[in-house]
């Protein structure tokens, strides 16, 4: 007897670094989103969108993660053989976009964006492959005052989603500044390969600081570190002097800005690049003075670097500084909600002139966790529909009806289209998070009456319930009505639970 021949079944898994996301998720994102945007236009941007895929070579290698496949990038090969990757972030396609539309765009350029970015990292808790970006940028212009909009931008940004002033605060640096203190160690980057990677490898040490503390950034600076899974990662190569004039370089910060800066003059010593950062430090800091954007929401923060390779001057970062006990008692902090920074080099490389620019990243995703952790994504009962239960067939045009009146009056409602009876389709309703069940039996038929079950109010009731008998003589979370007045009736019920003010972001989980 001939063998059956087993059928291929593909495992259900979503990708390793990659998730799916439900709707209370999803609706977070969008309110988060439609905040900022308001605030980015009020700021005079622009939307702008580019391609997930970009060729290759036009995104440049710039990631922090080069130990990974495809430095840091997810490709492929299309069919004439050209090599293409998804887009690591919004800013390498926006410099695209300006030098493939450079004649033709009104200068300064300024543009915002939101969408999906992938990177092939190595993924952890809370870290995956694929996040949503939210930026803003201006192109064309090399004045500090346009890396100051930037970050007066991100601090109003942290308050415009719903954070508190002392939640956050932008930490403001100059990569020139750095090289200024590489220089006076004898580290250069530039054209040759082998300096630049180095320089590259001491910033992405520099950039780990939160994480590792300085004795494991003093390792990444000198020979390397293995950590706590035994991956290996190679350092710099620095001798010990090097790196304690990197890490002194980092722990120059203070409270006072012009004891930060004369720290920093001595570390520069001569170097011209290096003077040069600190006069834009001192320019920043006047102008950020004079916007009344004191220390309260910025602070200049030398241990600042940014991962990415591109910047070449004023760099940026918002920082959650609050911290939340999570559900096992342990300290969580959430760090970088996005920074950003001056990069005058990328649309350079295709134009092959200097086109200064400068622009602000926030990470969507890190910022919904900590607006969650604060309490701030509250319910909104209109996002949850209002369900009409179908206990006859025969009727189910009536229910129908019902629903496209709601649906009429802008209350979001469905009817029940399943096969269950009674007990099912209300187990449904309050699975899906309804505010409201509506029933239309025969008792209620007979009379031209429709029931309204408060499904928020029982729920919240049924806890002080001591009996059923209580229970059914109060019936407190169900009204019935005359069918005319239905629309009537479900706004006035929905009323019940709207707050004083506009609901905020967020969802009821169904």
Same mark, same amino acid.
């Given at each position: 007897m001939a063998k059956k021949k087993k059928t291929?079944?593909?495992?259900?898994?979503?990708?390793?670094?990659?998730?799916?996301?439900?709707?209370?998720?999803? @609706?977070?994102?969008?309110?988060?989103?439609?905040?900022?945007?308001?605030?980015?236009?009020?700021?005079?941007?622009?939307?702008?969108?580019?391609?997930?895929?970009? &060729?290759?070579?036009?995104?440049?290698?710039?990631?922090?993660?080069?130990?990974?496949?495809?430095?840091?990038?997810?490709? *492929?090969?299309?069919?004439?053989?050209?090599?293409?990757?998804?887009?690591?972030?919004?800013?390498? /396609?926006?410099?695209?976009?300006?030098?493939?539309?450079?004649?033709?765009?009104?200068?300064p350029f300024r543009r915002y964006q939101t969408?999906?970015?992938?990177?092939?990292?190595?993924?952890? /808790?809370?870290?995956? @492959?694929?996040?949503?970006?939210?930026?803003?940028?201006?192109?064309?212009? /090399?004045?500090?005052?346009?890396?100051?909009?930037?970050?007066? *931008?991100?601090?109003?940004?942290?308050?415009?989603?719903?954070?508190?002033? #002392?939640? &956050?605060?932008?930490?403001?640096?100059?990569?020139?500044?750095?090289?200024?203190?590489?220089?006076?160690?004898?580290?250069?980057?530039?054209?040759?390969?082998?300096?630049?990677?180095?320089?590259?490898?001491?910033?992405?040490?520099?950039?780990?600081?939160?994480?590792? #503390?300085?004795?494991?950034?003093?390792?990444?600076?000198?020979?390397?570190?293995?950590?706590?899974?035994?991956?290996?990662?190679?350092?710099?190569?620095?001798?010990? =002097?090097?790196?304690?004039?990197?890490?002194?370089?980092?722990?120059?910060?203070?409270?006072?800005?012009?004891?930060?800066?004369?720290?920093? @003059?001595?570390?520069? #010593?001569?170097?011209? %690049?290096?003077?040069?950062?600190?006069?834009?430090?001192?320019? %920043?800091?006047?102008?950020? $003075?004079?916007?009344?954007?004191?220390?309260?929401?910025?602070? %200049?923060?030398?241990?600042?670097? @940014?991962?990415?390779?591109? &910047?070449?001057?004023?760099?940026?970062?918002?920082?959650?500084?609050?911290?939340?006990?999570?559900?096992?008692?342990?300290?969580?902090?959430?760090?970088?909600?996005?920074?950003?920074?001056?990069?005058?080099?990328?649309?350079?490389?295709?134009?092959?002139?200097?086109? /200064?620019?400068?622009?602000?990243?926030?990470?969507?995703?890190?910022?919904?966790?900590?607006?969650?952790?604060?309490?701030?994504?509250?319910?909104?009962?209109s996002k949850a529909p209002v369900v009409v239960?179908?206990?006859?067939?025969?009727?189910?045009? =009536?229910?129908?009806?019902?629903?496209?009146?709601?649906?009429?009056?802008?209350?979001?409602?469905?009817?029940?289209?399943?096969?269950?009876?009674?007990?099912?389709?209300?187990?449904?309703?309050?699975?899906?998070?309804?505010?409201?069940?509506?029933?239309?039996?025969?008792?209620?038929?007979?009379?031209?009456?429709?029931?309204?079950?408060?499904? $928020?109010?029982?729920?919240?009731?049924?806890?002080? $319930?001591?009996?059923?008998?209580?229970?059914?003589? =109060?019936?407190?979370?169900? *009204?019935?009505?005359?069918?005319? =007045?239905?629309?009537?009736?479900?706004?006035?019920?929905?009323?019940?639970?709207?707050?004083?003010?506009?609901?905020?972001? #967020?969802?009821?989980?169904?």
């Amino acid at each position: 007897m001939a063998k059956k021949k087993k059928t291929f079944r593909p495992k259900a898994r979503v990708p390793k670094g990659l998730r799916d996301r439900r709707a209370d998720d999803v @609706r977070s994102e969008r309110a988060v989103l439609a905040k900022i945007q308001t605030l980015y236009e009020l700021y005079g941007f622009d939307p702008l969108e580019t391609s997930a895929f970009e &060729y290759t070579d036009a995104l440049g290698k710039f990631l922090p993660d080069l130990d990974r496949p495809n430095e840091g990038v997810f490709s *492929l090969q299309d069919d004439d053989e050209q090599w293409l990757s998804l887009r690591y972030d919004l800013t390498a /396609p926006l410099a695209r976009f300006v030098a493939e539309n450079y004649d033709g765009l009104t200068k300064p350029f300024r543009r915002y964006q939101t969408g999906p970015v992938w990177r092939n990292e190595k993924p952890g /808790p809370g870290r995956f @492959r694929q996040f949503t970006q939210f930026d803003a940028d201006t192109v064309g212009t /090399p004045l500090m005052a346009a890396d100051v909009e930037m970050i007066m *931008l991100a601090a109003d940004t942290m308050e415009t989603i719903g954070l508190d002033r #002392g939640d &956050y605060v932008v930490r403001v640096n100059n990569r020139k500044v750095l090289d200024g203190v590489l220089e006076q160690i004898g580290v250069t980057g530039g054209e040759d390969a082998a300096a630049e990677e180095q320089r590259l490898t001491i910033l992405r040490a520099i950039d780990k600081l939160d994480r590792l #503390g300085a004795e494991g950034v003093g390792y990444l600076l000198g020979e390397g570190r293995k950590d706590e899974s035994g991956d290996y990662t190679k350092g710099a190569g620095l001798s010990k =002097d090097q790196i304690a004039t990197v890490l002194a370089f980092t722990e120059s910060g203070g409270n006072d800005v012009n004891a930060t800066l004369d720290s920093l @003059r001595k570390l520069v #010593g001569s170097s011209e %690049i290096g003077q040069t950062g600190i006069a834009e430090l001192e320019e %920043i800091n006047a102008l950020l $003075i004079a916007g009344d954007y004191g220390p309260d929401r910025v602070k %200049i923060d030398p241990s600042l670097v @940014r991962g990415l390779g591109y &910047y070449t001057g004023p760099v940026f970062e918002a920082e959650l500084t609050f911290e939340i006990n999570d559900d096992k008692g342990q300290l969580m902090r959430f760090g970088s909600a996005g920074g950003g920074g001056r990069y005058d080099g990328l649309v350079e490389r295709f134009k092959g002139v200097k086109v /200064p620019a400068t622009g602000f990243s926030l990470g969507v995703s890190r910022l919904l966790s900590a607006l969650d952790a604060k309490g701030r994504l509250k319910q909104d009962i209109s996002k949850a529909p209002v369900v009409v239960l179908v206990l006859d067939q025969d009727r189910i045009s =009536d229910a129908q009806g019902m629903v496209q009146e709601l649906r009429n009056a802008g209350v979001r409602a469905e009817m029940y289209l399943g096969g269950s009876g009674m007990r099912a389709q209300m187990k449904y309703a309050d699975k899906r998070g309804a505010p409201i069940a509506i029933i239309e039996g025969e008792d209620e038929l007979e009379k031209g009456e429709i029931t309204l079950k408060d499904l $928020i109010l029982g729920n919240q009731l049924s806890t002080e $319930i001591e009996d059923n008998k209580t229970w059914r003589e =109060d019936q407190p979370a169900q *009204l019935s009505v005359k069918r005319r =007045d239905l629309v009537g009736a479900v706004l006035d019920m929905l009323a019940r639970h709207e707050p004083n003010q506009e609901p905020e972001m #967020g969802t009821r989980h169904a």
